[in-house]
């Protein structure tokens, strides 16, 4: 998987279209999202961070925000981006993330969970209860096989004959098939959103420990 994720943001150019779509589109929706869960203190993790562009309007008040991710090309993205508001990064599997437990005030990634299997997904799931403190939340981003670029994109990838992301077997397929994955969890399932401020990219799993 890390070998999948190098050569994945190798290869991305800083001016390409993802890009556009994570600073012009989605980063207002994750900020907003955050501000209504997240207090404006303590540590927060984007767990599969990639190069956190989506977290470039993030307002940091008195937070820790940390970008943790499997890929160091990645991670240097996010170190080499001054305009980030993140805090520090941290080379990490987010199976096993070097946290102790209760120790994280809040969690969020996007584009992450549509990447695994549901055994792995209530592994991943598992671990990031065990590093939260207790009414934490959890906000996962969670691109829809229906989400108009994953369909783009998805059509694209026929015609090129060119595969744009590491496989995606768990693309979000409805309320149903969410609350089957969270109810074997131990994670409370607060709210599910598809907002159109995030251009119906993706919907937002709200999660509380």
């Not at 299997?117 to 799931?125: N, V």
Request: aromatic share 12%; hydrophobic share 40%.
């Amino acid at each position: 998987m890390s070998k999948d994720w190098d050569t994945y943001w190798k290869r991305e150019g800083k001016s390409s279209i993802f890009t556009f779509v994570r600073t012009r589109i989605i980063a207002s929706e994750l900020s907003s999202i955050l501000e209504r869960y997240f207090p404006k203190t303590g540590k927060f993790v984007d767990c599969g961070s990639g190069s956190s562009e989506t977290s470039i309007k993030i307002k940091k008040h008195n937070r820790e925000l940390i970008a943790l991710d499997l890929s160091e090309i990645a991670l240097e993205k996010v170190k080499n981006n001054k305009n980030l508001p993140m805090t520090s990064i941290v080379h990490a599997s987010i199976f096993d993330m070097p946290f102790k437990d209760n120790s994280i005030d809040g969690i969020w990634n996007l584009g992450v969970m549509e990447h695994f299997y549901k055994k792995d997904i209530l592994k991943i799931l598992a671990e990031f209860r065990r590093v939260l403190k207790k009414d934490s939340y959890c906000i996962l981003l969670w691109p829809a096989v229906y989400g108009p670029v994953n369909f783009l994109f998805s059509i694209l990838g026929v015609i090129l004959k060119k595969q744009y992301f590491p496989d995606e077997v768990s693309l979000y397929r409805g309320k149903k098939w969410i609350k089957n994955i969270i109810k074997d969890s131990n994670f409370k399932l607060v709210e599910i959103r598809w907002p159109l401020k995030g251009a119906l990219i993706y919907h937002e799993v709200i999660l509380r420990k």
